[in-house]
């Protein structure tokens, strides 16, 4: 959007995680005026600990999914930013407490916190009546007020590890036993002596599975994947296919065996929701395909909304921060984004062919085997500078570690040695 005036630009960033701290510092970097309303009452988004599940104080749905004892499952050396790496220490592997502490000191060294509103919750937004601002309205939640911003520019920054994605089973309404997912897990006390479904093997899936075996007395992993997880997890651990159909007692499996089960725990994702969204924002999500979004995150209808960190199975922090440096090379002026038709043209050619390699709609925004497609064209596009050749590296080395040897894999210890080559210390 251009400036009608000689006032700094000010922009709206939603939610103080790893995606809103990098947004906010690239903004205050390019001379914006920024806010950030942060719903929680500290920074740092899911690597916040809470013991709370459901609501919060405020009648909020507690965003943070994280559980006791954690620990981050790619290596520091490429979970920091592109210019601001996490501190050294003994292990690559890392506490989560820790990243919670490198976020903060990010953050005060780029004067972001003095910027975040806490235990602010935003309500709506949506563009005003001449479409040159957004209009922000925000529960300010210890006084209990609603309160009106307008701003130029917005980043949305609220994660997508907050809203659980539920298979609709057959007979999950008669299933007597417990239902939960892995967003409520905190840890794996109330599981003792329980027989214990997990589904999904992925990351979560398969930490839970191996925490929640230490206090069970039996814990069988449903999953779809081609090629069974290499782990060898402890006898009390079993493998089946996906789920057919719920019983009262248990599970049906596609290979026509039951078993039954005391506790049912899904770790199948999550969905991307912005429930501040008004309908004329010209943003639209189906199956969890967030659209019509230009690179993935400016939003077409009104380039002046950007979404940072919406696609998966990627180096998230590293990505974050190159998606924010895209934006707001934009968003200053500092470069033009092609006209409207031009976006929606480049969008349309790459969902094509996304469809035509067999991804579904809900697929839209996973990387994985193209996330090195993705980051150079957004460095190519924006010119900016792109993520480091060894950060590339050695998330493919890692990206798969828990699956091949997820009781050892956090042992292994990396050092960047420069901007192409890393070594590992044994």
Known sequence: MVQTDNKSPTYCVIGAGTAGLCAARHALQAGGRVTIFEMANQLGGTWVFNEEVGKNEYGIDVHSSMYKGLRTNLPKEIMGYPDFPIPEQESSYIPAEDMLKFFKLFS?????????????????????????????????????????????????????????????????????????????????????????????????????????????????????????????????????????????????????????????????????????????????????????????????RYPSMAFIGLPYYVCAAQMMDLQARFCIKFFSGEKQLPPREEMEDDTNAEMEERWRRGLKKRQAHMMGPQEDRYYDDLAKTAGVEPIKPVVKKLHKLCAFRFSEDLVNFRKDKFRIVDDETYVKID
């Open 108 to 300: 005060d060294s780029f004067g972001i916190t003095e910027n975040i509103k806490f235990s602010h919750y935003v309500i709506r937004v949506k563009p005003t009546k001449d479409e040159k601002q957004w209009e922000v309205i925000v529960r300010d939640c210890p006084n209990d007020r609603l309160d009106t911003y307008y701003f130029d520019f917005v980043l949305i920054c609220n994660g997508h590890y907050h809203t659980p994605k539920l298979p609709n089973y057959p007979g999950s309404n008669v299933y007597k036993g417990k239902q939960m997912h892995s967003h409520e897990y905190r840890c794996n006390d109330p599981f003792v002596g329980e027989s214990v479904l997990v589904i999904g093997a992925g990351p979560s899936g398969m930490d839970l599975a191996y925490e929640i075996s230490k206090k069970a007395e039996r814990v069988t992993l449903s999953h779809h994947l081609k090629d069974k997880p290499k782990t060898v997890f402890s006898e009390n651990v079993t493998s089946k296919p996906d789920v057919v159909r719920l019983t009262e007692t248990g599970a049906v499996f596609e290979d026509g065996t039951t078993q039954d089960f005391s506790v049912i725990c899904y770790s199948t994702g999550y969905k991307y929701t912005f429930p501040f969204l008004s309908c004329d924002c010209g943003i639209l999500v189906e199956d969890n395909y967030v659209q019509k979004l230009y690179k993935h995150c400016i939003n077409i």
